[in-house]
């Protein structure tokens, strides 16, 4: 789990810094507003405590509108669309160093939270060598449509669950999972001979640098100004030109790639839309503190709706170990009788 949070955090954190990467841009314009992009990007990974939530506050009639029209019965629900953009998902990081010297070892925490229009849906932590877990299961089987279990409804053998559905903390320990799932999977000899599932310092800085200079050639940055202490920069490109371009610098490192990526081909990326997308860039005090795009744009008729993704950075919400959580047996953790991980982490 520690590197799903991890992975997550750089996806972000990269897609930000891919259309930052702007050293061959063609006008003193778009140089000038890059590089405080870039700074801003920069500036992240300089800092020991950082949160990133990411929200899709539209109307939700926006959401069920996009999804275009379907047969009588198998309308998006309006719940559903009212779930989507009224949730919420927080990841804090903490650590004894600057984020980007951080290794896994230098950690103080990690926390993810789900949260609806009512609060907290979900969270879980990772504190040391332990995974900890709370859930308000009658608040998120309301918010999907479907009842959840109650504490009283289990069968005595999965009574370690109780604490569960009644949205108390649990923890599991993190290295007893992680050697379930080596020896049911096999991996152990998998990664003997094959690739891992991270990808190396040195690959990373051949990636990032195929990939800035598409962006380079790809993306025109453009100063809008702002109020109250914030500017605002646009990163406009063609989403189909810099995802082709992308993958096909992308192509010659396939190799290099853990195992189980696979890069679309040219024939699948004749799908993708051919249209302009902006991305706008908050800064204050030249610190990153929001980014944005409108989903609407990409689709083959918006009808009018806006679908803004959102992502905000700050400080780092708790990530310590909370007292007086409940070991759950980690044999059974993740499997179908977990009313945590097959309910909840299954509707997501």
């Not at 152990?188 to 800085?205: L, N, P, V, Y």
């Not at 940055?221 to 993958?247: M, P, Q």
């Not at 839309?273 to 908050?282: E, G, M």
């Not at 993704?309 to 059974?332: H, M, Q, R, Y």
Request: glycine share 12%.
């Amino acid at each position: 789990m520690r590197p799903v949070i991890r992975r997550t955090f750089t996806a972000v954190g990269c897609a930000t810094v891919l259309l930052a990467g702007v050293s061959a841009c063609g006008t003193v314009e778009n140089l000038t507003a890059g590089q405080k992009v870039d700074h801003a990007v920069e500036g992240l990974g300089q800092k020991k405590s950082l949160s990133f939530e990411l929200g899709l506050p539209a109307k939700p009639s926006a959401l069920v509108k996009l999804a275009g029209e379907a047969e009588p019965g198998d309308e998006m629900p309006i719940k559903f669309a009212e779930l989507f953009t009224e949730a919420r998902v927080k990841v804090s990081v903490e650590s004894r160093k600057p984020l980007a010297d951080s290794g896994e070892k230098d950690l103080v925490g990690t926390g993810v939270e789900i949260s609806g229009p009512d609060g907290v849906l979900a969270e879980y932590r990772i504190v040391g060598d332990y995974m900890y877990y709370r859930a308000d299961m009658k608040a998120f089987g309301e918010a999907m449509g479907f009842p959840m279990p109650t504490a009283d409804e289990l069968p005595e053998s999965e009574k370690e669950f109780k604490q569960v559905l009644e949205g108390k903390w649990v923890k599991v320990d993190g290295r007893e999972v992680g050697r379930a799932a080596k020896g049911a999977s096999g991996a152990d000899k998998g990664d003997e001979a094959g690739r891992g599932d991270e990808i190396d310092s040195k690959t990373q800085q051949k990636l990032l640098k195929a990939v800035r200079s598409v962006v380079a050639h790809e993306v025109t940055f453009s100063n809008k100004g702002g109020s109250d202490g914030v500017e605002r920069i646009v990163a406009k490109a063609s989403f189909r030109d810099l995802l082709t371009g992308i993958l096909g610098k992308l192509r010659p490192l396939a190799d290099e790639l853990p195992e189980g990526i696979e890069l679309p081909t040219d024939k699948e990326l004749k799908g993708a839309p051919d249209k302009k997308v902006a991305v706008s860039f908050s800064l204050k005090d030249d610190d990153l503190t929001r980014v944005s795009i409108d989903l609407a744009t990409l689709a083959d008729d918006p009808k009018g709706a806006k679908l803004p993704l959102v992502i905000t950075f700050g400080e780092a919400d708790d990530v310590s170990a909370p007292s007086g959580a409940t070991k759950l047996p980690t044999g059974e953790f993740g499997g179908p009788g977990n009313p945590f991980t097959s309910g909840l982490l299954g509707g997501f």
